[in-house]
């Protein structure tokens, strides 16, 4: 705006220049015409004298200046388009200033509605976190012998697989080998329990096998009365690692309906 002003008071300025040298010329043209009217006078009355000595000289005829009256027009003119723009530029300082504020509230609302998007974006991937967190803490599981019998001697480590499936969340442990694979890395519980007739003379111990590795263990024996034991561990897995319950060679295990031998295991946390 102020660039504007500087540039319109320079052209106001050029012209008040002109108009003064248009003026100077005027000045000078009408004083010429006032010389040459005065001589014609002068002239004339010359003329007259000779004619009629007793006649009064005659005043030089002059002509009155209208050159300061020339550049008014043009100043009002220049200083009434310098009022107008000044209006319209103020109109648009005003119309600027109301986009802006226009642009900063949208940009307040932009700025709220990426907090918000942002919030749900951390709101979901929480919820996926959580929701993979608890399926693998889903992880569990307790299965039964389903004989009616006693299983054993044998004269080798004798697989005892649990058939009767009690529970098993995520399908990690295996009714039909009898072992549990680990499907998270972390810390699991595993327990198991045993029983053995006491019909005849004989004894009954296994083991807890990590990898083929034995863990823990349970044995009795007993002429005349049935034998039951049972043992637990705390192991930390990987994942793929595998878990199951064996007898020992020359050793025995039964069962009936009543489900006295059961092997249960589940996960405590992951790592």
């Given at each position: ?193 045993s029983f053995r ?57 039964s069962d009936n ?15």
């Amino acid at each position: 705006m102020e660039r504007l002003t500087v540039i319109i008071l320079i052209c106001l300025l050029a012209g008040l220049s002109e108009c003064e040298e248009t003026g100077d010329q005027n000045e000078i043209n009408q004083n010429l015409i006032t010389e040459l009217s005065y001589e014609d006078t002068k002239a004339e009355n010359n003329n007259d004298v000779s004619a009629d000595p007793g006649s009064e000289t005659t005043a030089p005829r002059t002509v009155s200046k209208t050159t300061d009256h020339l550049c008014e027009p043009n100043i009002h003119m220049v200083l009434k388009e310098l009022g107008a723009l000044e209006e319209r530029q103020k109109a648009t300082v005003r119309a600027l200033e109301e986009t802006n504020r226009k642009l900063e509230a949208s940009e307040k609302k932009v700025a709220a509605l990426n907090s918000t998007l942002t919030e749900l974006r951390t709101m979901k991937q929480a919820k996926i976190y959580f929701l993979v967190f608890l399926g693998q803490r889903q992880v569990a599981f307790s299965a039964a012998l389903p004989t009616e019998a006693t299983i054993g001697p044998a004269n080798f480590l004798y697989p005892l697989v649990y058939r009767h499936v009690l529970y098993n969340v995520g399908g990690h442990y295996s009714p039909v080998t009898g072992y549990f694979t680990a499907p998270v890395q972390g810390v699991y519980y595993f327990t198991f329990s045993s029983f053995r007739w006491g019909r005849n003379t004989g004894t009954s111990g296994g083991s807890l096998y990590h990898n083929g590795n034995q863990i823990v263990s349970w044995y009795g024996h007993s002429q005349a009365h049935p034998i039951s034991a049972s043992n637990s561990a705390v192991l930390m897995l990987q994942v793929g690692d595998k878990v199951n319950v064996r007898l020992w060679d020359n050793q025995q295990i039964s069962d009936n309906e009543n489900k006295y031998c059961t092997f249960t295991g589940f996960l405590l946390f992951p790592m």
